[in-house]
Nanobody, 125 residues
Framework: QVQLVESGGGLVQAGGSLRLACVAS????????VGWFRQPPGKERAFVAA??????????DYTDSVKGRFTIFRDNAKNTVFLQMNSLKPEDTAVYYC????????????????WGQGTQVTVSS
């Protein structure tokens, strides 16, 4: 079992930055795929970013709306995956979740068995 705990959310003005952290316990996750998802108010949870181990290096994926603004990276010494969010927009407002070790597609939240509790990000205009 892997336990995940997110932190770093908060209230920020448009154009600001936040760094979310997803700290894992129970297992070392350096070879695990870890994804970030978000759920805006009244909407379904959607893929944001993921980081995968491909045998020699890590590979990152992003949804189009955050490319160039968000960066996913990991600190294996801390068993933690981060999501650096810059140039935030009001439409980034959501509860952000991290998830680990998908059984199939990294873009599909149903494929992930391990989830954190979520952290709220609110971007004011």
């Amino acid at each position: 079992q892997v336990q995940l705990v997110e932190s770093g959310g908060g209230l920020v003005q448009a154009g600001g930055s936040l760094r979310l952290a997803c700290v894992a316990s129970g297992r070392t996750i350096d070879k695990y795929t870890v994804g970030w998802f978000r759920q805006p108010p009244g909407k379904e949870r959607a893929f944001v970013a993921a980081i995968r181990w491909l045998g020699r290096t890590y590979y990152t994926d992003y949804t189009d709306s955050v490319k160039g603004r968000f960066t996913i990276f990991r600190d294996n010494a801390k068993n933690t995956v981060f999501l650096q969010m810059n140039s935030l927009k009001p439409e980034d407002t959501a509860v952000y979740y991290c998830a680990a070790d998908p059984r199939g597609s990294i873009f599909n939240d149903a494929e992930y068995d391990f989830w954190g509790q979520g952290t709220q990000v609110t971007v004011s205009s």
